[in-house]
């Protein structure tokens, strides 16, 4: 099905919901996505920049790049997806999100019940005692920062290629998508495998299965309800065909 009333039907019906989200949710708030026109694995190579070698070959070029990552992200806003998100975990069901994305968006909307299983751009990791610290919400001064517990080199506190997702996360999401009445993904090209397992993980424990996206998926033939458009409108209409307040 394709119309936002049968998925707002949905919406109101289920008890248990989990989103899933990538880089398209951002996409309107100008954050480039990793693929497709404009998107940064077409500008850059992800293994020069976003592997743990690449880092241990030149972490002040790796910070580099991802402070003028975390500068796009501060200054942009969250746009309706974002505030549509955090206004859907207020409610009397049980919500997880779930996210690939790193600007940190989705906290800044005001979800809390969120899992960033890609990381955020907004923290830092220490590469010797492992402790996460936020950054400041200025460019540091220099690079790259350490660790205020030890001293040790910081590492930007994302996921990168060739690393494993967290253990525990993994378990807590595998949890809430085994008992999902719905599943609900948005803006995710699929190409990283993540969110068409855990997705397709729910859909076998019985979840509903839901796509936003402006283009077809791998995903979009098994979903039961597919809207193809921007995540921001959808997220708007969503909200208005099921009454629910934004803050
Ligand atoms: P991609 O860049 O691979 O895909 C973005 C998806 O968003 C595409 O399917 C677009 O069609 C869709 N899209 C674009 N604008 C949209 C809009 N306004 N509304 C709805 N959909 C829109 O981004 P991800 O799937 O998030 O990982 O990428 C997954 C991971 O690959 C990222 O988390 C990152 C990257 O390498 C790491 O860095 C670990």
């Avoid at 997806?81 to 790193?102: C, K, Y």
């Avoid at 955020?120 to 402790?131: A, D, N, W």
């Avoid at 999401?173 to 190409?191: E, Y």
């Avoid at 979903?223 to 909200?239: G, I, R």
């Amino acid at each position: 099905m394709n119309s936002i009333h049968a998925l707002a039907e949905a919406l109101q019906r289920t008890d248990s919901l989990a989103v899933i989200t990538g880089a398209g949710v951002s996409s309107e708030s100008g954050i480039p996505t990793f693929r497709g026109a404009g998107g940064l694995w077409r500008q850059y190579r992800a293994e020069d920049l976003a592997t743990p070698q690449a880092f241990a070959r030149d972490p002040q070029l790796i910070w580099e790049w991802y402070e003028w990552r975390r500068a796009l992200c501060m200054g942009a806003r969250p746009n309706a997806a974002h505030r549509v998100l955090a206004a859907m975990e207020q409610g009397a069901i049980d919500f997880l999100l779930i996210t690939q994305n790193v600007d940190g968006l989705h906290l800044r909307a005001g979800s809390r019940k969120a899992e960033e299983i890609h990381g955020s751009l907004l923290r830092q990791r220490c590469t010797v005692c492992g402790q996460r610290t936020e950054l400041p919400l200025a460019p540091l001064s220099s690079l790259p920062p350490c660790c205020p517990a030890c001293g040790g080199v910081g590492r930007p506190d994302v996921l990168w290629f060739g690393e494993s997702y967290d253990d525990g996360q993994m378990q807590r999401v595998h949890s809430f998508l085994a008992g999902a009445s719905l599943v609900l993904v948005a803006g995710t090209s699929g190409v990283v495998p993540i969110p068409l397992q855990l997705a397709m993980f729910a859909k076998q424990h019985g979840a509903l299965l839901a796509e936003i996206n402006i283009e077809k998926t791998a995903l979009s033939l098994a979903a039961d309800f597919c809207l193809k458009m921007p995540a921001a409108e959808a997220f708007s209409q969503l909200a208005e065909a099921s009454g629910l307040q934004l803050r």
